[in-house]
């Protein structure tokens, strides 16, 4: 089967709505295989609960490899340990094809918020509820907000949205006090002087927000995560397909045009084999899994 493949056009779902990292990075790799390898790929955006719709659609899809799926942290390695109900297994239903890259969480406020740090909104946090963003229930930013709150004792509300753009909308406008987001649907806001950063999730700095202090140099070295984003297929598909997928995936992204997208876009490059991408997942899903576990987080 792989020797005819492709022979028609692939679909790409994203299991978000426009506006945000998963969007960014879904039809970033469905540009390059089209421009580069010469395939035909277009991007479905199929959002709602948590990514759980799209993730769905392409774990029941043919195993064909005419349906891929871009996973990342929250579908993949959070939501089979929050939701308990799903009639779709991601663990089960889907397997890794390639890695993308990771970046971190960023912790954003309006730039006139009066919150300047965040030592400033635990203090504010202790004496009255706050509310913060996130993408959805089960997403990576609900888990750093839950874990922060865990780690302080602050009164921190949950408003889950349907994804990034929707969220980030309601802290442009100042319906909520802050939100956890990625790089990728950060930066052009606080590029554009419109949102202030005050913490990055990783163990180290990022390159692109260097004077950003990081929450461990903080006062929280356990608070350390980083989120990822990487193409699935449903379980089953061909090896030789899913082996081709890899290896034209990683070649159409490894170009100092892609290096330079990831480097604005605040995502550190990973393309590496299938093996080493079901390692990966493997080790996230552990420590998301514990998060989920230590925090007590719950779908809203």
């Given at each position: ?57 392409g774990a029941k899809a043919a195993p064909d490899g005419y349906t891929l799926v871009m996973g990342e ?228």
């Amino acid at each position: 089967m792989a020797d005819n493949y492709p022979s028609k056009t692939i679909r790409l779902i994203a299991p978000s709505p426009p506006g945000g990292g998963t969007d960014a990075m879904s039809r970033l790799v469905a540009s390059r295989l089209t421009e580069k390898a010469k395939w035909q790929v277009f991007v479905e955006n199929v959002p709602g609960a948590g990514n759980n719709i799209g993730l769905r659609a392409g774990a029941k899809a043919a195993p064909d490899g005419y349906t891929l799926v871009m996973g990342e942290t929250s579908n993949l390695a959070v939501n089979p340990y929050l939701y308990k109900n799903l009639d779709f297994s991601a663990v089960d239903d889907l397997v890794p094809v390639a890695l993308m890259g990771t970046g971190p969480l960023v912790l954003i406020v309006r730039t006139e918020s009066r919150f300047d740090s965040l030592a400033s909104i635990i203090q504010a946090g202790k004496k009255n509820d706050l509310f913060y963003a996130s993408s959805g229930s089960g997403t990576v930013g609900h888990l750093v907000a839950e874990s922060l709150r865990d780690a302080t004792g602050v009164k921190l509300q949950h408003i889950p949205y349907k994804g990034a753009g929707p969220a980030m909308n309601d802290l442009l406008g100042g319906q909520v006090d802050l939100y956890f987001a990625s790089l990728t649907a950060s930066l052009p806001h606080i590029a554009a002087g419109k949102l202030r950063p005050l913490a990055v999730s990783t163990e180290k700095r990022h390159s692109a927000l260097p004077q950003v202090a990081t929450l461990a140099e903080l006062g929280f070295p356990d608070l350390t995560y980083s989120a990822f984003y990487g193409v699935v297929a449903p379980a089953r598909t061909p090896e030789g397909v899913l082996d081709l997928l890899n290896k034209q995936i990683n070649s159409s992204l490894d170009t100092d045009e892609v290096r330079a997208v990831f480097a604005r876009q605040g995502i550190t490059p990973q393309l590496i084999s299938r093996s080493q991408f079901a390692s990966f997942l493997a080790a996230e899903r552990a420590k998301w899994s514990a998060v989920v576990k230590k925090t007590g987080a719950t779908v809203d």
